[in-house]
């Protein structure tokens, strides 16, 4: 056996007998000796016992542990009159009892499934309150002030129980998941009534029309004991939001109707709603006892509905909580998202000999559904793609990422552009990713020939700047529908002449349907006024036309992606 004493004005015992492998000092009231100060940490320290060596362990505490004033950095064995120093509490290691000992406080060690109802040794006779002391704010306060004989006169001190609340509103504080809040709120009501054989919290979830058991408690042997749950009092305590107090379940008149209660053998049962700030029911928390000679008072269910009060506000707190988590990991994903579609972006513009590229992309939500992509082809042609897939966010950035990949493909495998968009469509429609279609025009630039090929599946016919500043919007002659409608649909390619100094401009309908706070669509006529009054440098065209459709939009979000791209002949063509 060990002991520790204290000979301090702010410690109300003078010996402390340890018991148990394990003693932690600190300020948490789960802590076996606790040390109301401030400047003590949660768990400050431990006491370890290993084959009667006894060990001192500090608990990375904020203020550190001092063995005979040298600190504690690692486990470290204790002698005879060691001096144990936790910030302002002095205490001394003793292996046997000092002579003459004065009044010695037991260590209580706290009920738990260990414990079974008959084993009555373990509630001591605590007996510690806090010193009313002006020159300090320091005190050791047990973990409940109990005065026990035996279980069966278990008389719990009001003045304990409120500390015991206080301490549990304190602990709820400190913690945001739903299972640690739910344990703490047990444990801790555990404390407060000795009497109590069970106790759970059911909550409300959306995927069940009755309440799901969240945590559950009891102090029998096993501890795996299934509680005795009776959905009559539980819909009472819910739907009339008060609490429910029964001395005598099974006399009660409320619920001689119940045929559940009838089976459960209870006497006494205390069942408090937990309630949102609303007003709405989040679930309940009932402590219920078995031994007629203690049952739970009007004094007690108080108690359990300034813990429900506070244990409501914890749930709703470890719930906006998991909200964030929630909200954290998307936004994670939807980076990753970001990132690997931009990845399918062009990363740089074709350096082709008397050809000038431009572009400019952006998604109206984190990803998007615009394509632009250039594909070089033999001979020194450059096919420029752009489309729309209808829709936004993730969903079309899939079908955007399998896009751009069959786009390719079928670019590359034939000759005619026609065949090319032909085969793409059929691509897209018995790919099985269900009915979206997909607005597209591909244009192949051949500076050799000194033509322009298009092929355009549904989508805003491009604008041609000439060298003067006039606009022609290439109506197609033979127009399809968007890609992914009708499978068999077979496009042709129409033939363009390649001009020195004409500024060819490829856009989606972001641009052009983009709206101010009147609800007015920029529309197809004042992006030709946009494009006509640009500058000549091509990248300075393109900042100049979003500049125009922002300020068209004001302080109205953007509704829809936004891709633009350009391509310029400089030179005559060979």
Aim: with cysteine; glycine share 8%.
């Amino acid at each position: 056996m060990a002991y520790l004493t204290s000979q301090q004005g702010n410690v109300p015992w003078n010996l402390l007998e340890l018991h148990g492998e394990r003693t932690v000092l600190g300020r948490h009231p789960s802590s076996q000796i606790v040390l109301d100060n401030e400047a003590v940490s949660r768990h400050h320290a431990q006491i370890l016992e290993s084959h009667g060596h006894f060990f001192l362990e500090d608990l990375k505490s904020r203020n550190g542990t001092l063995i005979n004033g040298h600190p504690v950095d690692q486990p470290t064995e204790l002698r005879e009159n060691d001096s144990i120093t936790l910030c302002d509490f002095e205490f001394h290691f003793h292996e046997q009892a000092p002579p003459s000992p004065p009044a010695t406080a037991f260590l209580s060690t706290k009920p738990d499934e260990s414990d079974s109802d008959t084993d009555n040794s373990r509630y001591f006779a605590v007996g510690v309150e806090p010193i009313d002391d002006s020159s300090t704010s320091s005190s050791i306060v047990s973990k409940l002030s109990m005065v026990s004989v035996g279980r069966d006169q278990v008389v719990a001190d009001p003045e304990a129980k409120l500390q015991a609340v206080l301490e549990i509103s304190k602990s709820l504080g400190q913690v945001l998941e739903l299972d640690e809040v739910l344990t703490r709120v047990l444990d801790g009501l555990f404390e407060i009534f000795p009497q109590a054989d069970e106790g759970f919290v059911l909550l409300n979830e959306p995927t069940s029309t009755t309440p799901v058991i969240r945590a559950t408690r009891s102090r029998s042997e096993s501890g795996s004991r299934t509680p005795s749950i009776s959905l009559t009092i539980v819909r009472e305590a819910m739907q009339s939001g008060e609490a429910i107090l029964s001395a005598d379940v099974m006399g009660d008149n409320r619920f001689l109707g119940s045929q559940s209660i009838a089976g459960m053998q209870l006497r006494s049962m205390i069942c408090a709603p937990l309630m949102e700030q609303d007003g709405q029911p989040l679930g309940v928390i009932q402590l219920s006892s078995r031994d007629v000679r203690l049952p739970f008072e009007e004094s007690d269910l108080d108690v359990l509905i300034g813990v429900a009060t506070q244990g409501a506000l914890a749930i709703e707190n470890a719930a906006l909580h998991a909200k964030v988590l929630r909200q954290r990991d998307l936004d994670r994903e939807l980076e990753f998202a970001t990132q690997v579609q931009l990845g399918f972006l062009p990363n740089k513009r074709p350096e082709t000999a008397g050809l000038d590229f431009c572009d400019y992309y952006e998604a109206a939500n984190r990803v998007g559904g615009d394509y632009f992509d250039y594909v070089e082809l033999p001979g020194g042609r450059v096919a420029v793609a752009v489309a729309d897939v209808a829709g936004k966010g993730i969903p079309a950035a899939l079908l955007m990422a399998r896009l751009y990949s069959a786009t390719r493909y079928h670019l590359l495998s034939q000759p005619d552009l026609g065949l090319a968009l032909s085969d793409l469509n059929r691509d897209i429609s018995t790919s099985g990713l269900g009915h979206r279609f997909i607005t597209c025009v591909l244009a192949v630039v051949d500076p050799a020939a000194g033509h322009v090929a298009v092929a355009n599946a549904g989508h805003l016919p491009p604008l041609i700047r000439h060298a003067d500043g006039s606009i022609t919007e290439l109506i197609s002659q033979h127009p399809g529908m968007p890609l992914g409608i009708v499978p068999d649909q077979e496009f042709r390619q129409q033939e363009h002449p390649l001009t020195p100094g004409d500024t060819w401009l490829m856009f989606t309908d972001g641009v052009t349907e983009a709206m101010n706070a009147d609800s007015e669509i920029f529309g197809t006529q004042r992006l030709q006024q946009s494009l006509s009054g640009a500058p000549g440098e091509l990248d300075a065209m393109i900042l100049s036309i979003v500049s125009d459709v922002e300020a068209h939009c004001g302080e109205r979000d953007q509704s829809d992606d936004m891709c633009l791209t350009a391509f310029r002949c400089m030179d005559s063509p060979a």
